[in-house]
């Protein structure tokens, strides 16, 4: 299989083929994976807010978790430390942008106070992090103790959202009953496509990078961060062609904040991530992008992010990647 992996890595057309078909698998794994464990968990009386919170929630993020993990075994921590912030990059300025563009977004009193705040302080732990070595650290970076830090500040995010939820709102998503054959069927295969999927992402971007002549930071801030932030594009871009835009703040939201506090937490667990060249960079543009979209709602009667709002996220994000593509 691996042999076989590697001759199609060898050609620049297959190589690219690699590349999209692990997206797909991607994709198509983590929709299979939450359909399945959803009506699992629902067969066994988990109501539809505790599913949202967990399943949901960790199947959403699964292409950026497969990623870090497959990764880390290969010792690639550029890549798993590019991944989180491109995609939260992309999440914000572009997703966020695009969508404001398309469609106004207007934002909950508490999201303003308490959820895109969680947001910002993910981006400022993460800076910090980056920027500070503790005492008993060798090299720069997301230490183990960032790590934990970033897995009980989840808790704490988890705890709020669990508190704050409106149970006649979280009871509306009714999940759909399906046959116990049917719900393993797409347990199993949302697992294989993900493993597969994320293997030939990892091999095919550090392939990529050696071909281009470019770091694996770059790849994974580019090409592997666009392809695991496709669920959240598709679902923000639709919620904003059928005007239901306020879906499109909350996925972003949870999704940046997940991001973080989660799959960072548990790499940055599990193997320290030191620091790379132009990681300042990109630290303090996530946390600039989370405060710009914070002003942005609080300084404007609706409350809401408006299509210069989202021009302005777009215009920040060209000039930023140019910078970065131009200095790697």
């Not at 798993?80 to 966020?96: E, Q, R, W």
């Not at 409106?166 to 493993?195: F, Q």
């Not at 932030?229 to 949870?254: M, Q």
């Amino acid at each position: 299989m691996y042999q076989l992996l590697e001759s199609l890595l060898a050609n620049t057309t297959t190589l690219v083929m690699v590349i999209v078909f692990g997206f797909v698998l991607l994709t198509l794994g983590a929709d299979w994976l939450v359909d399945g464990a959803s009506a699992l968990a629902k067969r066994f009386g988990v109501s539809s807010l505790v599913i949202g919170m967990t399943v949901v929630a960790f199947g959403t993020s699964m292409p950026e978790f497969v990623v870090n993990m497959l990764s880390l075994s290969e010792g690639q921590t550029d890549l798993a430390l590019t991944n989180i912030l491109g995609s939260n990059l992309i999440n914000i300025f572009v997703i966020l942008g695009l969508t404001a563009v398309i469609c106004p977004i207007s934002s909950q009193r508490s999201s303003r106070t308490v959820e895109i705040p969680m947001m910002v302080l993910a981006g400022v732990v993460v800076l910090v992090a980056v920027a500070v070595t503790l005492p008993f650290e060798t090299t720069p970076g997301m230490s183990r103790v960032s790590g934990i830090i970033l897995l009980l500040l989840l808790c704490l995010f988890m705890y709020y959202t669990a508190k704050s939820a409106n149970p006649d709102v979280t009871e509306m998503e009714v999940v759909p009953s399906m046959p116990l054959w049917k719900v393993l069927v797409l347990v199993v295969a949302g697992i294989l496509g993900l493993v597969a999927g994320g293997e030939m992402v990892v091999r095919g971007a550090v392939k990529a990078a050696y071909k281009l002549g470019v770091s694996d930071a770059v790849v994974g801030l580019t090409i592997v961060a666009l392809g695991t932030s496709l669920p959240e594009l598709a679902t923000s871009v639709v919620a904003a062609y059928k005007k239901n835009c306020d879906l499109a703040l909350g996925n972003i939201i949870g999704s940046v904040s997940f991001n973080v506090f989660f799959i960072l937490g548990v790499s940055a667990t599990v193997m320290p991530l030191p620091a790379y060249d132009g990681g300042m960079v990109d630290c303090i543009m996530v946390t600039l992008g989370a405060l710009l979209v914070w002003l942005a709602v609080l300084t404007n009667r609706r409350h809401e992010l408006n299509r210069w709002h989202g021009a302005i996220l777009l215009a920040l994000y060209a000039v930023y990647l140019t910078y970065r593509l131009m200095n790697c």
